[in-house]
Protein backbone atom coordinates (compact mmCIF):
# COMPACT_ATOMS: atom_id res chain seq x y z
CA UNK A 1 0.00 0.00 0.00
CA UNK A 2 1.08 3.60 -0.54
CA UNK A 3 0.10 7.02 -0.26
CA UNK A 4 -3.10 8.39 -0.90
CA UNK A 5 -5.11 4.86 -0.52
CA UNK A 6 -7.06 5.98 2.58
CA UNK A 7 -10.90 5.93 2.00
CA UNK A 8 -13.56 6.99 4.18
CA UNK A 9 -17.45 6.78 4.33
CA UNK A 10 -19.55 8.25 6.68
CA UNK A 11 -22.40 6.54 8.25
CA UNK A 12 -24.34 8.93 10.78
CA UNK A 13 -22.31 9.37 13.66
CA UNK A 14 -19.50 6.83 12.61
CA UNK A 15 -16.59 7.40 9.98
CA UNK A 16 -15.28 4.75 9.07
CA UNK A 17 -11.49 4.72 7.59
CA UNK A 18 -9.64 2.43 5.78
CA UNK A 19 -6.50 1.59 3.94
CA UNK A 20 -3.55 3.83 5.24
CA UNK A 21 -2.72 7.07 6.84
CA UNK A 22 0.55 7.55 5.68
CA UNK A 23 1.76 10.99 4.86
CA UNK A 24 0.84 15.08 5.03
CA UNK A 25 -1.82 13.99 2.20
CA UNK A 26 -3.62 11.48 3.70
CA UNK A 27 -3.59 13.54 7.41
CA UNK A 28 -4.99 16.15 5.85
CA UNK A 29 -7.95 14.16 4.08
CA UNK A 30 -8.32 12.03 7.81
CA UNK A 31 -8.57 15.30 9.83
CA UNK A 32 -10.89 16.75 6.93
CA UNK A 33 -13.12 14.02 6.94
CA UNK A 34 -13.47 14.15 11.03
CA UNK A 35 -14.11 17.61 10.72
CA UNK A 36 -16.53 17.62 8.43
CA UNK A 37 -18.37 14.94 10.36
CA UNK A 38 -18.34 16.67 14.02
CA UNK A 39 -19.55 19.69 11.53
CA UNK A 40 -22.47 18.02 10.04
CA UNK A 41 -24.07 16.00 12.83
CA UNK A 42 -22.61 18.88 15.82
CA UNK A 43 -21.83 16.53 18.41
CA UNK A 44 -20.03 12.95 19.28
CA UNK A 45 -18.56 11.33 16.73
CA UNK A 46 -16.78 7.95 16.57
CA UNK A 47 -14.11 7.13 14.22
CA UNK A 48 -13.82 3.24 13.45
CA UNK A 49 -10.28 2.78 12.63
CA UNK A 50 -10.30 -1.34 12.44
CA UNK A 51 -9.90 -1.76 8.61
CA UNK A 52 -6.77 0.79 8.69
CA UNK A 53 -3.33 -1.17 7.64
CA UNK A 54 -1.52 1.77 8.82
CA UNK A 55 -1.38 5.42 11.19
CA UNK A 56 1.62 7.12 10.73
CA UNK A 57 2.95 9.17 13.94
CA UNK A 58 1.70 12.47 12.01
CA UNK A 59 -1.77 10.62 11.74
CA UNK A 60 -1.64 9.77 16.33
CA UNK A 61 -0.35 13.89 16.37
CA UNK A 62 -3.73 14.66 14.41
CA UNK A 63 -5.82 12.10 16.32
CA UNK A 64 -5.11 14.12 19.66
CA UNK A 65 -5.64 17.32 18.13
CA UNK A 66 -8.78 16.85 16.74
CA UNK A 67 -10.13 15.11 19.91
CA UNK A 68 -8.58 18.68 21.57
CA UNK A 69 -10.83 20.65 18.93
CA UNK A 70 -13.49 18.98 19.30
CA UNK A 71 -14.04 18.90 22.75
CA UNK A 72 -13.29 23.19 22.92
CA UNK A 73 -16.70 23.07 20.65
CA UNK A 74 -18.49 20.79 23.04
CA UNK A 75 -18.32 17.92 21.11
CA UNK A 76 -16.28 14.70 20.93
CA UNK A 77 -14.26 12.19 18.82
CA UNK A 78 -13.85 8.56 20.01
CA UNK A 79 -11.53 6.19 18.11
CA UNK A 80 -12.87 2.89 17.76
CA UNK A 81 -10.70 0.08 16.87
CA UNK A 82 -11.34 -3.84 16.91
CA UNK A 83 -8.79 -5.70 19.16
CA UNK A 84 -5.35 -7.26 17.06
CA UNK A 85 -5.85 -4.71 14.73
CA UNK A 86 -2.94 -2.44 13.64
CA UNK A 87 -5.33 1.00 14.62
CA UNK A 88 -5.74 -1.01 18.41
CA UNK A 89 -2.13 -1.01 18.61
CA UNK A 90 -1.10 1.96 17.83
CA UNK A 91 -3.73 4.11 19.64
CA UNK A 92 -2.97 1.79 22.75
CA UNK A 93 1.00 2.81 22.64
CA UNK A 94 0.02 6.39 21.81
CA UNK A 95 -1.82 6.49 24.96
CA UNK A 96 -4.82 7.65 23.09
CA UNK A 97 -8.45 5.73 24.59
CA UNK A 98 -9.85 3.36 22.57
CA UNK A 99 -14.06 3.58 22.63
CA UNK A 100 -15.64 0.14 23.85
CA UNK A 101 -17.65 0.39 20.12
CA UNK A 102 -17.92 1.96 17.43
CA UNK A 103 -21.45 3.00 17.80
CA UNK A 104 -22.01 6.26 19.14
CA UNK A 105 -23.39 6.58 22.90
Do not use: N, W
Not at 63 to 85: I, K, M, N, S, Y
Amino acid sequence: MASGDLRVATDGAVLRCAGGVYDRDDVGEFAGAVRAALARVRRSIVVDMSALDFFSSLAVGAAVTLRREARRQGADVAFFARPDTVAHRVLSVAGIPIAASDVPG
